[in-house]
């Protein structure tokens, strides 16, 4: 079945100074020519200056047409990015004018999809590609850039080699050994490797939370009761007015998140509605989603000034216990772990942020490690590490079940091959793929 030839813009939807259309598969060159009258072929990454028609004579734009020749192309096909000026009417004027020469719109991820099925990268780096675009740190940019040139995938392939080592020893024992003398003699080594592979892929699963944390960043949930300064103090670690104040107790009635990077980790400040008993309908409604906000955070932050008493939170979730307004009066209690502010006069501000920052000191990200990036790959690896774990308990008896061993470890390497891509199925390449955006 001859593939088809998909467009879409790439570049962001809006007003621009230059947006990119691109379009991938066989007849790419044959509607770029429609498109601009071009009657010369087109040449690999040498850009040309065209006129672009609509209806084959109304010319609406000027733009830079850049081709791609397959297969030296991001998607492994032919390729031609249009870049023309950023005015939404010109850019579905020209997707649709290339639609009517026989092209379709490209699915999400459509374009990485390709090149994943063209064998120009691996499932590993496609996933990085998406997790690039949303990332929220350049420390996550730096290391999913090196996961897309394919860090990842080869250190994987590594561990992959290794257990093949251990598994060709134990298929010689099988297949070919007359007596357990030599097995005996490798048992050792390979205990030693099995061990050092569990070591590697443990620490490569180690790295999921950090780079979590750095692509979706921690979400911190300011709560306490009504007017004891939560918006004032969110304002404070911003350094900016974000969220209206009043001593008016009741006035964040609805769900405020904010942005903030500390110390290079990204963070998502949220301020809710004070927590208390009222019949105001309103407020119970803010009350709800402060409860809402309080179950799916990271860290919460419980404000208390002089007068009241910290919110009782039941939840298993981190906590610092923050006592504001300390120009008023100060904190006499004996909790050691209190952070003592002044909202309003900036005392103690800064070391809450560090506190904040220091919390999670252990997520910055170990360049070293095998990035492990999402869910799909997160449970594959751990897979792998409970047939390798079973192996080396298996090798540590005095007589090993060969038979057994040898299929734990064949599975093993099957996970790990499910974990790069090298074997999947249309399920998980939907699931993969549908997170994309549209134009990537």
Not at 90 to 104: H, K, M, N, R, Y
Not at 270 to 286: M, P, Q, Y
């Amino acid at each position: 079945m001859r593939a088809t030839t998909i467009v879409s813009q790439s570049t962001p939807v809006g007003n621009s100074a230059i947006s990119v259309v691109r379009i991938s598969g066989p007849e790419a060159f044959v509607f770029s020519k429609n498109l601009s009258r071009q009657t010369a072929c087109f040449e690999h990454m040498k850009a040309q200056y065209l006129p672009v028609f609509i209806k084959g004579k109304e010319k609406i734009d000027n733009a830079i047409f850049l081709p791609f020749v397959s297969p030296k192309s991001y998607t492994g096909e032919d390729v031609m990015e249009i870049s023309c000026h950023g005015n939404p009417n010109i850019v579905l004027t020209v997707i649709d004018e290339i639609l009517s020469f026989g092209a379709v719109l490209a699915e999400p991820g459509e374009y990485t999809k390709r090149a994943y099925l063209n064998g120009k990268i691996d499932l590993l780096q496609a996933e990085s590609v998406a997790l690039l675009i949303e990332s929220r740190s350049v420390e996550a940019v730096y290391q999913l850039s090196k996961n897309i040139g394919g860090v990842t995938s080869k250190k994987l392939s590594n561990i992959k080699k290794e257990i093949i080592q251990v598994l060709s020893t134990i298929e010689f024992e099988l297949d070919v050994s007359e007596d357990d003398s030599y097995i005996k003699s490798q048992k050792n080594t390979m205990q030693t490797t099995l061990i050092g592979i569990i070591k590697k892929v443990e620490d490569a699963l180690s790295s999921f939370d950090m780079i979590s944390a750095h692509t979706k960043g921690l979400k911190v949930v300011f709560a306490g009761k009504p007017n004891v300064g939560k918006s004032t103090l969110v304002n404070s670690l911003l350094k900016d007015d974000k969220i209206i104040t009043s001593p008016t107790p009741g006035t964040t009635r609805d769900i405020i998140s904010t942005d903030i990077t500390i110390r290079g980790l990204p963070f998502s400040f949220v301020d809710t509605a004070g927590i208390h008993k009222t019949k105001n309908e309103i407020e119970a409604l803010g009350i709800e989603k402060t409860k809402e906000e309080i179950l799916a955070a990271d860290l919460i932050i419980s404000v208390f000034c002089p007068g009241s008493e910290p919110v009782d939170f039941i939840e298993d979730t981190d906590k610092i216990l923050v006592y504001n307004k300390t120009d008023l009066k100060k904190y006499l209690g004996d909790d050691k772990e209190v952070i003592s502010v002044s909202a309003i006069t900036g005392k103690g501000v800064e070391s809450l942020r560090t506190k904040i920052a220091n919390k999670y000191s252990s997520l910055r990200v170990n360049g070293s490690l095998p990035l492990i990036t999402t869910l799909r790959q997160k449970n594959s690896l751990t897979e792998t590490l409970s047939f390798i774990k079973a192996s080396l308990e298996m090798l540590k008896q005095k007589s090993p079940p060969l038979e057994i061993l040898a299929h734990e470890l064949t599975m093993a390497i099957n996970q790990l091959d499910i974990t790069t891509g090298k074997t999947t199925t249309n399920d998980i390449l939907d699931s993969v793929f549908s997170s994309f955006c549209v134009g990537k």
